[in-house]
Structures are given as C-alpha cells and as structure tokens.
C-alpha cells in the first residue's frame, strides 16, 4: 500500500526542465556567437582593406615625389609660401588613410588577435597578442597554427599590376566571444544549483510535513489506547478474582496481562513520538533477548516448523531509550516474521549481534519473501508499504528511532526475492566492549 505519491515523477519534471533551459540557453548562445563573430569577420576585412589601400605601390611613389617637389621649391625664393602649404596639405591629406585605419577601424573595435603571413607563412605581423609569445619560433609557430585552425583566412594583394604580393590575414576570437563560449556551462550549473536547492527544500518541507503528520498520528494513537487500556485492567482484574481457583483460566489471565502490559507500553511509546527521548546506559544482550523471548511466543502459524536461530555475542552497554529500541528491534522482528508467510523452503528468523570496531552489529535474516531491488531504497520512507494491509510506518519509526535518536545507522544488507532479507543496525558501544557467545536455537 502506498500512501504517498513517489518523488521520482518530480525528479524526472526537474530534470527535463533543466535539459531543455539548457539546451535552449546554448542554442541561443550559440546564434549570438555566430552573429558577433560575423561583425569581427567584417571588421577584419575592413583593416584588411585599410592596410592594402596604404600598402598600395603607386600611393607611395606619389608620396615620394610630392616631398621631392617641397624639397625642391622651399630652396626656390621666387616660389611662395602658400604653394608650397598647398603641396604640404595635398601630401598630408593622404595619411587620413592611415588615421582611419587605425583609429576609426581598429580603436576600440578590433581587439582581436591577429597575424599577417605572406604566402610562404613567414610572419609579417601581429596584432592583440602578448609579445611574449611571439618572442619565440616555437612560440610563433603555435599561435600561427591557433589561429589558421579557428577561422578562414583573408586574403589580400598590394602592389601595381606589375608587382604584386598576396598576403593573408589569420585571426582568432576575440575576449567577448570566448567568455560568451563558457557562458551556457556556467549558467547551466548556476540553473542546476537552482534547481536542486529548490528541490532539497522540497523535500525538506514534505518530509517536515510527513513527520509531523506521522507524529501527530502516533500522539493521538496513544492517547486513544489509553482508555481502553485502563478499562482493559479493571476487566482483568474480576476475571481474576472470578476465577482464582481455576489454574488454567489464571494462566490464561496472566498471558493477558502481559498483553495489555505490552499495549501499555506501545501507547507510551507512541507517546513519545516526536518528544526528546531520555537516554541512559543500558546492557544490549538482556534487550534482545527480552524481544526474541516476545516474539517467540507469537510467530505466525504456517503449518510448518519455524526456526528461530540465536547467536548474542555483543554483551556491551549503549547509550539508549529502552523502550524505544526495543521497540526499533520489535519491528524488524516482526517484519520479518510477516516475511515468511511466502516462504517456500526453509523456514527460519535469525538474530544475531557482535561488537565490532566500537560499535554493536546486530543483524536479523529471514528467508521470507525479500525485497525487490527497486524497492529496498523506498523502505523507509513514510507511507510507503509493500503489504496490502500496511501503513507504511514501521520502518519508517524504526529509522527515525535508531538514526535520529540513538545516533546509529539501519539499512538492508542483503535481500533477494523469495531468498530473504537481511537487516543491520549499529550502535556506538559506551564502556567495555565484549563478545560473550550465546548460541541458540529453537523450533516452534
């Protein structure tokens, strides 16, 4: 019986919407990339024009010519001053070549690496890159090879038609396109964190509500039973007083009274569900054989032999709530005997305890039913059953008692269908420590 609808649907919603905000941010990502990197190729291209518009064989020959003729005329008296400024003017509007180049072209748009190769890849210069790289053959020869391997070169020519140089113009990325490239990652991981801490106080607040709800469930539980339970005692006592004389109806009376002891002590226990147990130290043997001895005397009736198989060798002292973890033991005793009402072969329930490394080990095996694998990590949550009858609070008490409580640790150490179940427990031992052999077994 399940009670409460598995988180895993959440997860897989979580999940799925975490892929697809991620692809979605690097599909997106990757368009704007592609986009900028479309404007660094034409802004390339445009230095690249600006240098072989400069680098233009017949620009410089008329450069050199006008500045012979001013040469020439300043020593000329008769020539004026004006049309010598004239001349000056005339040569000077052509550096405004070299102005756009490199401050309208290049200033503060061009912060990309490059490097000018000519056709047999011998470097002719660079730009954006640290001169300590280029200090170096080695070093040049790897931020060529970076860089050819990044984007298609751009190829250009300067000269006259009588003499012409092809060139070519190698560049990378520039720091906005590669921290864009390592954006998607972190804001993946910044969305996966997001995600998770919303999820964890998710859960948080279930298992808040869960455990308050299983605690105000186990309080009013106790306070029900309380009634009865008195009345249970008046009712007990005139049947004993009825039949005093009557050996077997005193038997059975007695029997009774233990019973209803024990509702007593399962109304105190729910009682304190949820309230600050008071731990004292106590021996851990006389516990479990106080259960086993309980148990013993109610194991299922399956028409066959049930073999109860002892083997107490922890005779140390725990930190503990009796009543609470007799109760934590009880209920992966009987769980085990509900186990084997599907067993086909042999039928037995195993308890078994040792200290070991500072700790008390105490297994219970039964070769019941086991435990699908798919649900051995579900055992313990609340309101999750694998009985058609059951709540689903059992284990999930018993975890609470031994982990929360008692600062221990309970999980299935092994389990398989139709072989039977494992279950440990461990508790940090107080004291001496010591294994005294107590081996029994019996057949019921």
């Known amino acids: 019986m399940k009670l409460l609808l598995p988180s895993n649907r959440i997860k897989v919603i979580l999940i799925f919407l975490l892929i697809f905000l991620g692809i979605g941010s690097i599909a997106y990502n990757q368009y704007l990339v592609s986009k900028i990197l479309e404007q660094e190729r034409a802004s390339v291209q445009l230095w690249t024009k600006g240098i072989e518009f400069n680098s233009q064989l017949v620009n410089e020959e008329a450069s050199t010519k006008l500045l012979n003729a001013i040469r020439i005329l300043e020593g000329i008296e008769e020539v004026p001053d004006t049309v010598i400024r004239m001349i000056e003017d005339a040569e000077a509007a052509k550096g405004s070549n070299d102005f756009v180049a490199e401050e309208i072209i290049v200033q503060d748009?061009?912060?990309?690496?490059?490097?000018?190769?000519d056709s047999n890849d011998m470097l002719l210069g660079f730009k954006n890159i640290d001169s300590l790289r280029m200090q170096t053959q080695k070093g040049t020869q790897e931020v060529i090879r970076e860089l050819k391997g990044m984007n298609p070169p751009i190829e250009f020519v300067i000269g006259d038609k009588n003499r012409q140089i092809t060139q070519f113009v190698h560049y990378g990325e520039s720091p906005t396109v590669q921290m864009l490239r390592y954006f998607p990652y972190i804001q993946f991981i910044l969305l996966g964190l997001l995600l998770g801490i919303g999820y964890t106080t998710y859960r948080s607040i279930t298992r808040s509500e869960q455990s308050n709800l299983w605690v105000g469930m186990a309080k009013e539980a106790a306070h029900q039973l309380g009634t009865p339970i008195s009345s249970l005692y008046g009712w007990l006592q005139l049947l004993k007083d009825e039949y005093r004389y009557e050996e077997t109806a005193v038997n059975i009376a007695n029997e009774i009274e233990k019973d209803i002891q024990r509702l007593r002590g399962v109304a105190e226990r729910f009682g304190k569900i949820g309230?600050?147990?008071?731990?004292?130290e106590i021996e851990i043997a006389p516990i479990l054989e106080q259960v086993m001895s309980y148990m013993e005397?109610?194991?299922?009736?399956?028409?066959?032999?049930?073999e109860v198989r002892k083997d107490l060798q922890a005779a140390a002292t725990v930190k503990a709530n009796p009543?609470?973890?007799?109760?934590a033991i009880?209920?992966?005793?009987k769980n085990a005997m509900d186990s084997l009402r599907e067993s086909k072969g042999e039928t037995y329930i195993a308890i078994s305890s040792k200290v070991q490394e500072g700790e008390v080990i105490i297994d219970?095996?039964?070769?019941g039913s086991g435990i699908d694998i798919k649900n051995v990590k579900n055992i313990f949550r609340p309101g999750f059953s694998t009985k058609k009858r059951g709540w689903g609070l059992g284990l999930s008490l018993t975890k609470r008692i031994i982990e929360e409580y008692h600062e221990g640790s309970i999980f299935v150490l092994r389990?398989?269908?139709?072989?039977?179940?494992?279950?440990?427990?461990?508790l940090k031992t107080l004291?001496?420590?010591s294994n005294v052999p107590i081996q029994t077994v019996s057949r019921q």
């Open 109 to 117: 748009r061009f912060n990309i690496p490059t490097v000018m190769l």
């Open 275 to 280: 309230s600050e147990p008071e731990l004292k």
């Open 297 to 306: 005397r109610r194991l299922p009736r399956l028409g066959k032999a049930i």
């Open 323 to 327: 009543e609470l973890l007799q109760w």
């Open 330 to 333: 009880e209920n992966l005793v």
């Open 364 to 367: 219970i095996e039964d070769s």
């Open 415 to 426: 389990s398989e269908l139709d072989e039977g179940t494992t279950m440990r427990l461990t």
């Open 431 to 433: 004291g001496k420590k």
